[in-house]
């Protein structure tokens, strides 16, 4: 059964530094996703991205988020310099039409931000 | 704003026991309701959807009925197996733009 994977499961960095999480999402999937889980603490959702743009941020997705799909089958999240309030679960989704449609979701990439 | 509230855990039942897992909502505007389940070291997996008051979503002897009233999508199981422990998510959707609206994730331990 096809399923949305994500690297790495666990990537831990520095302050300051640039990451780069992974997803490849199911191939017929046209909708893509990110959303992020701190400890404790709702499911929030990030940005979604469609026909290789932004199609709706949250207020969370600032200047240091970006996201991008550099090829047909991968898509990332790139955060510029990390600070320790973005340590949390990463967790990366795709669906086929619209968002009102089933997500499918990956398994995620836990950040720590030392 | 938009948002949930699901009851907060952790949950522990024995085997054959009754689930109920409460979720709340705040909506501007007529939402679609679901619950998500995450197995350990899994992704979220759609469990079951309502779109409209009065629907009734069921999946694996799972059932959540949608009330406009209450603004309620309680999740339910008659008899929950060792093999249903997980965190179940309750989230929103509006049809007016991208976003879902998770709770915070309930986790359900079931013994044997």
């Known amino acids: 059964e096809p399923e949305v994977t994500q690297t790495p499961s666990h990537q831990v960095t520095q302050m300051g530094q640039e990451v780069i999480l992974r997803c490849v999402p199911i191939?017929?999937?046209?909708?893509f996703y990110w959303y992020r889980q701190i400890l404790g603490q709702k499911v929030e959702f990030l940005v979604s991205?469609?026909?290789?743009?932004?199609?709706?941020k949250s207020e969370i997705f600032d200047d240091q988020f970006s996201v991008e799909r550099p090829d047909g089958s991968n898509f990332t999240l790139k955060i510029r310099s990390t600070k320790l309030e973005d340590s949390a679960m990463y967790f990366c989704?795709?669906?086929?039409?619209?968002?009102?449609?089933?997500?499918?979701f990956g398994p995620g990439t836990r950040l720590t931000v030392l | 704003g938009d948002s949930v509230t699901q009851m907060e855990g952790p949950v522990t039942l024995s085997e054959e026991a009754f689930l109920t897992i409460n979720c709340t909502y705040t909506?501007?505007?007529?939402?679609?309701l679901f619950w998500y389940v995450q197995y350990p070291g899994e992704g979220l997996q759609l469990l079951l959807k309502?779109?409209?008051?009065?629907d009734k979503g069921s999946n694996k002897g799972f059932e959540a009925t949608y009330r406009k009233e209450t603004t309620s999508f309680h999740l339910e199981k008659g008899s929950v197996q060792v093999s249903d422990s997980a965190v179940y998510f309750c989230?929103?959707?509006?049809?007016?733009?991208?976003?879902?609206?998770f709770g915070t994730g309930t986790s359900l331990t079931v013994i044997p």
């Open positions: 989704a795709s669906s086929v039409r619209g968002p009102y449609n089933e997500q499918f």
């Open positions: 191939s017929n999937h046209l909708y």
């Open positions: 991205f469609y026909n290789n743009e932004i199609s709706e």
């Open positions: 909506a501007t505007g007529y939402p679609s």
């Open positions: 309502a779109t409209k008051a009065d």
């Open positions: 989230a929103l959707h509006l049809n007016t733009g991208n976003q879902f609206y």
